[in-house]
């Protein structure tokens, strides 16, 4: 299983991006799926996550100015992100819980990540 995301890259403040995460490999369903940043020096953290039955969470920074989205159908997962602020540098990681084919139980897959960084 691999999850490639796509979409990161330099914007102005104010701007907005749109990243893109796709699942693909021998997936039986997916479950949760998210998007975490970790900026430099700091922590990995939970960015926006939503359910296989579309209901979503957010960090309080982003309330607002982010939106996730998803596509079962396609096995992909979306962050909107508008209003841009120099502070959402970081890089974006996509996570996903997966259930593979012929395996039982879910695990957790990471994307590569994508730079983001906000700068006039």
């Known amino acids: 299983v691999q999850l490639q995301a796509s979409g990161g890259g330099l914007v102005q403040p104010g701007g907005s991006l749109r990243l893109s995460c796709a699942a693909s490999?021998?997936?039986?369903?997916?479950?949760?799926m998210g998007w975490y940043r970790q900026a430099p020096g700091e922590q990995r953290e939970l960015v926006a996550g939503?359910?296989?039955?579309?209901?979503?969470n957010y960090a309080d920074s982003v309330t607002d100015r982010f939106t996730i989205s998803r596509d079962n159908a396609k096995n992909t997962v979306h962050l909107q992100m508008n209003s841009l602020k120099p502070e959402d540098t970081a890089v974006y990681y996509c996570?996903?819980?997966?259930?593979?084919?012929?395996?039982?139980?879910?695990?957790?897959?990471w994307g590569q990540g994508t730079q983001v960084t906000v700068s006039s």
């Open positions: 939503i359910t296989s039955g579309g209901s979503t």
């Open positions: 490999g021998s997936i039986r369903s997916i479950h949760d």
């Open positions: 996570n996903a819980l997966i259930v593979r084919r012929g395996v039982i139980g879910a695990t957790y897959h």
